[in-house]
């Protein structure tokens, strides 16, 4: 604006003056010149004015430019971080195998390297992996496939990349399925143990039962012996019936434990005394040495705790005293339960916790056990936030540890 002022009053203090001197040759002349100068003057103003305007705009347009490029940065990062942290491995081969890009998970599965910018045959030892993304190429189409080392198990899956339908690459996802793939291994070993244990008492009942339904002619005291054998493998298959459904009650993770006030004390003396006939019968004493302490927990879940150990000590046991005794510090409360029985071997102690175990089979099957009275107990101590251990002499006995952090 004050530009235009300027111009338009130069402009007319000009025309004045040529107004007035424009008489005489000479004063033409400077007319002229003056008029010259002026459109001088004025061209540099708009050329000065112009280039102003234009160094605003690229000042602007480099503003913009930044302001792009630090969020593209910003971006970038937070997108690498992402990736890093995805809970899987990612690899980013080129047309000429050459790699762009690894993550951090995939440097954890298969060792920390200087990956990109060499070629993946070089650069990755799993001569499973090389394999896959090499067909991965030759195939320039998705694939999945599972690979199996020392310690894991992956499942990769490779997606070719396209640009204008020209393939560019491929990208190798890698997870890591080791848990998910032990945990179905456990499930399809659990039933086949099951099976099988079910199918001893079932083949009992069916083979007796078809020699009764056949032979009118037998005896009365074989029938009895036969009938009774039908009744006691009958309530074995109860029994592992009602077993597998705590198990599976207890393996279910929405289970809630119904807490309430739980007397330590009180609890053994009602497992000891709805066993003391059978302990009387194996001449066993039983001794309730636990301290009367109150704890926060499962009512019904602890007396089958004790129910299950202190049934095993008399099923495992030919002599002596079976005894609960507790001790306590300002975070733990231990309860041992031991007895002076047949103990179990040093190589089994291990696997005792593991379902369907058994030391001797023949002696459980005497006993009546399930073998999974150990697993049940593990697993109610575990969501008691506690831990179970067992020490054992043959010959000498064994003693269950029960910590509970209060
Ligand atoms: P079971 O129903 O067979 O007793 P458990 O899971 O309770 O199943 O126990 C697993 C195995 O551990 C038993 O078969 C037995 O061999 C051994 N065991 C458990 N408790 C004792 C014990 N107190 N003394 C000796 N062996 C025991």
Known sequence: MRNSIYKITTFFILAALIIIISQEVLTRVIAMFLLFIFTIIEASYTFVSLSRERDQDLNRHMDEI??????????????????DTIGSGIVL??????????NREFNEYFGYKDYVGQSFTNMIDEKGLTDFIKSAYLKETTMQSELETTLKIYELIATPLFEERIFIGCIVLVHDITLIKNSEKMQKGFIADASHELRTPITAINGMSEILLRDENIEEETKREFLEIIHAEGNRLEDIVKDLMQMSRLERNSLTLRLEEVNLSEIVNEVMKSLE???KRSNLTLVNKAFSKTIEADRAMIYRLFSNLIKNAIAYSDQGEIKVTTEATNEELIIYVSDQGIGIPESDISSIFERFYR???ARTRDSGGTGLGLSICKKIVELHNGKIEVSSVVDKGTTFKITLYI
């Not at 792009?68 to 940065?73: F, G, Y």
């Not at 081969?93 to 690894?102: E, F, L, M, S, T």
Request: a positive charge; proline letters at 0%.
């Open 66 to 83: 930044q302001t792009h490029q630090s969020k593209i940065k910003r971006d970038k990062t937070r997108f690498l971080s992402l990736i």
């Open 93 to 102: 081969v080129d047309i000429d195998g050459n790699i762009k890009y690894v």
């Open 277 to 279: 006939v059978e302990a």
């Open 359 to 361: 030391v001797d089979k």
